[in-house]
């Protein structure tokens, strides 16, 4: 910006008083220096330096003699200055948005000691209310301590149960035994799923029949009471799997290979196994070996309609798995469809009605129509989700599996024309809703959310 200049001829002082206005205080100091000598003749002169150069010599010499030596500026901050850690609590409870380097870091641990206290791998997922130990060992009294199996025999080997949070390669470090020889011992490998509940052996045994501890009444023949003895069992043509089976342990215990268990039944060493389901034995008479036959955990009808095959097992798929990881209880995943829809701008009454509809806040929930999780995600709806948000979403996460529906729930309300549209959208799908209307079901659907979303305010 410009100002008109005055026709005025003006005095040099008020010159002066402008235009230093913007000059830096060393410089300002100088002159006040040098209108002073003028003032009182009695003060001696500054020494001018005669040219630019001597100039520059003459700041450089007075400004080196000032500095500080660097030899005696410390490197590092003493440690009696240092901040010192809080004390770290013998049991920790997760909060939201913690993570277990953060915690460690918190009260100045090492993470993999945390990991190993907990039995805890860097990819194992934890939730607000968890419980985690941040002092101790790994085989202090309150940590589940490997125990031998029920009634052992001295052959047999040592055996530790699942307990949630359990991964093969911390049960293996607990015990000092390297991973792939629990792998062996296990008939496991990289890729198995463990659970709670779950025994594996952690120490070397032999293959006598001494492994058979399992009650009999566990092992059901194809058309014959249960027989009490092992080598009758392999040859009754089938088994039904209980709580704590592996496919490596069932081929151990009847006495048959495992590569022919998994062929007989085709299935692989990554395959879901669940209880109540039927396997096939190899090397039994072909008459009196019957097909295999599985109870479903989710059955292939939901309101008179029949879903495709392929479909209702990858539902079972899914429900098998959520249900052997360990998920936040209803009312943590309710506190985190809050949390998330606050966070992504939406009404937390309303998400929390779809949440409760959709599942009564069940992770494990799954549908036959592969709807996953607290907010009933199918894969494809998850994998719009994932372009609404602008990052791959794994619905069988639980804050994943709530992001999703959150998104979902944000664009149908953005883009309907009212909230009873955005609502039908969701039940029936946005498309249908605007070709066929809402149908009878979808209308109840609707008229169910809006009253729990009262319930919620």
């Known amino acids: 910006m410009t100002t008109p200049r005055s026709p005025k001829k003006t005095t040099s002082m008020p010159i002066i008083a402008a235009t230093t206005a913007a000059l830096p205080a060393v410089m300002l100091s100088s002159l006040a220096l040098a209108q002073a000598a003028t003032a009182l003749p009695a003060v001696q002169t500054q020494k001018i330096p005669a040219s630019l150069t001597a100039a520059i010599q003459a700041q450089a010499a007075a400004m080196?003699?000032?500095?500080?030596?660097?030899?005696?500026?410390?490197?590092?901050?003493p440690a009696a200055m240092q901040p010192m850690a809080p004390a770290a609590p013998a049991m920790y409870t997760i909060v939201r948005g913690d993570t277990i380097s953060g915690i460690a870091a918190r009260y100045g641990l090492d993470t993999n000691t945390v990991l190993q206290l907990n039995g805890l791998s860097g990819n194992t997922i934890i939730y607000p209310g968890q419980q985690i130990k941040l002092s101790g060992s790994a085989t202090a009294p309150s940590a589940p301590a490997p125990?031998?199996?029920?009634?052992?025999?001295?052959?047999?080997?040592?055996?530790?149960?699942?307990?949630?949070?359990?991964?093969?390669?911390?049960?293996?470090?607990?015990?000092?035994?390297?991973?792939?020889?629990?792998?062996?011992?296990?008939?496991?490998?990289g890729r198995s799923i463990i659970y709670p509940g779950q025994k594996i052996k952690v120490g070397p045994g032999t293959n006598a029949p001494a492994p058979a501890a399992p009650a009999p009444a566990a092992l059901v023949p194809a058309s014959a009471p249960a027989?009490?003895?092992?080598?009758?069992?392999?040859?009754?043509?089938?088994?039904?799997?209980?709580?704590?089976d592996t496919l490596g342990g069932i081929a151990s215990r009847l006495a048959v290979s495992l590569s022919s268990l998994l062929s007989a039944n085709k299935l692989s060493m990554s395959t879901i196994i669940y209880p109540g389901q039927k396997l096939a034995i190899p090397g039994a008479p072909a008459a009196s070996a019957p097909a295999?036959?599985?109870?479903p955990l989710v059955p292939s009808t939901f309101l008179?309609?029949?879903?495709?095959?392929?479909?209702?097992?990858?539902?079972?798929?899914?429900?098998?798995?959520?249900?052997?990881?360990?998920?936040?209880?209803?009312?943590?995943?309710?506190?985190?469809?809050?949390?998330?829809?606050r966070r992504m701008g939406v009404d937390p009454s309303l998400a929390m009605a779809f949440a409760f509809q959709e599942s009564g806040f069940n992770q494990r929930a799954v549908s036959p129509a592969n709807a996953i999780g607290t907010m009933?995600?199918?894969?494809?709806?998850?994998?719009?989700?994932?372009?609404?948000?602008?990052?791959k979403l794994n619905i069988l996460d639980p804050y994943d599996n709530v992001t999703a529906g959150v998104a979902i729930i944000r664009a149908l309300?953005?883009?309907?024309?009212?909230?009873?549209?955005?609502?039908?959208?969701?039940?029936?799908?946005?498309?249908?809703?605007?070709?066929?209307?809402?149908?009878?079901?979808?209308?109840?659907?609707?008229?169910?959310?809006?009253?729990?979303?009262?319930?919620f305010s």
């Open 64 to 77: 080196s003699a000032n500095l500080i030596p660097a030899s005696a500026v410390a490197s590092t901050i």
């Open 147 to 189: 125990a031998p199996s029920p009634a052992p025999s001295p052959s047999s080997a040592a055996s530790y149960t699942v307990v949630s949070g359990d991964t093969l390669s911390g049960i293996a470090a607990r015990h000092g035994v390297a991973l792939s020889d629990v792998f062996n011992w296990n008939g496991l490998n």
């Open 227 to 244: 027989a009490p003895a092992t080598p009758a069992l392999a040859n009754t043509g089938s088994y039904t799997i209980k709580s704590g």
């Open 292 to 295: 295999p036959v599985s109870t």
């Open 304 to 341: 008179g309609y029949t879903y495709p095959e392929a479909v209702v097992s990858s539902a079972n798929a899914n429900k098998a798995l959520l249900n052997a990881s360990p998920v936040p209880s209803p009312a943590q995943m309710k506190g985190i469809v809050a949390d998330t829809a």
């Open 376 to 391: 009933q995600v199918i894969p494809s709806s998850g994998e719009w989700a994932s372009q609404l948000v602008g990052r």
């Open 413 to 455: 309300v953005n883009t309907s024309k009212d909230l009873n549209t955005a609502i039908a959208g969701y039940y029936q799908g946005q498309y249908s809703v605007s070709k066929h209307g809402m149908y009878d079901d979808t209308k109840a659907y609707v008229a169910s959310i809006l009253a729990l979303k009262k319930n």
